[in-house]
T-cell receptor, first 113, second 115 residues
Framework: EAGVTQFPSHSVIEKGQTVTLRCDPI?????LYWYRRVMGKEIKFLLH????????ESGMPNNRFLAERTGGTYSTLKVQPAELEDSGVYFC???????????FGSGTRLTVV | AQSVTQPDIHITVSEGASLELRCNYS??????LFWYVQSPGQGLQLLLK??????LVQGIKGFEAEFKRSQSSFNLRKPSVHWSDAAEYFC?????????????FGTGTQLKVEL
């Protein structure tokens, strides 16, 4: 089966610009998660979708971040406007109903200059 | 709030030597525990997990981990390291379905393998 796909793999943008990250989960996985790792820090939870609904968005840093999951399939994470501290690696993961661990994507490395 | 501590940021071992990566967690009940590995350019791959039962868990690539409730630890071990094991390793904890399966990660341990 295809894994979790994220793109772009790298993005370099200027402060104040907008960037949209995309995640395609494994087909049939209702649960989709976004995580972020800022340089040198731990990987932190951002939010959790169940199908198209936001189950938990307690980790979203501020209102410059907007996540959507249209039709319960792929998800996008938009950062607008981007700030320097948004630089890091953004991971997406998906899982089936129930709980048996996630499958992670390879991440998007975002650099804001 | 739950937390995970990986006290070793970097570890260097010789190929063929044994390996132990430390992980301590803070959580009121018995958590779900995980070890993930990230090789360069790759995503996070699940090595093993502990939910309940036998406290010694076997994973992929010859790794194992032991849950010790009294020490709040979940250390990862491998008897003989291969050069391909060089990667970053992350310990993580979850409350399980009651917590939405949200993972709390440690800061990671970077493993270097000397040939």
């Amino acid at each position: 089966e295809a894994g979790v796909t994220q793109f772009p793999s790298h993005s370099v943008i200027e402060k104040g610009q907008t960037v949209t990250l995309r995640c395609d989960p494994i087909s049939g996985h209702d649960n989709l998660y976004w995580y972020r790792r800022v340089m040198g820090k731990e990987i932190k939870f951002l939010l959790h979708f169940v199908k198209e609904s936001k189950q938990d968005e307690s980790g979203m840093p501020n209102n410059r971040f907007l996540a959507e999951r249209t039709g319960g399939t792929y998800s996008t994470l938009k950062v607008q406007p981007a700030e320097l501290e948004d630089s890091g690696v953004y991971f997406c993961a998906s899982s089936l109903q129930g709980w048996d661990g996630y499958t992670f994507g390879s991440g998007t490395r975002l650099t804001v200059v | 709030a739950q937390s995970v501590t990986q006290p070793d940021i970097h570890i260097t071992v010789s190929e063929g030597a044994s390996l132990e990566l430390r992980c301590n967690y803070s959580y009121g009940a018995t958590p779900y525990l995980f070890w993930y590995v990230q090789s360069p350019g790759q995503g996070l791959q699940l090595l093993l997990k502990y939910f309940s039962g036998d406290t010694l868990v076997q994973g992929i690539k010859g790794f194992e981990a032991e849950f010790k409730r009294s020490q709040s630890s979940f250390n990862l071990r491998k008897p003989s390291v291969h050069w391909s094991d060089a990667a970053e390793y992350f310990c993580a904890v979850s409350k399980g379905t009651g917590g939405g399966n949200k993972l709390t990660f440690g800061t990671g341990t970077q493993l270097k393998v000397e040939l």
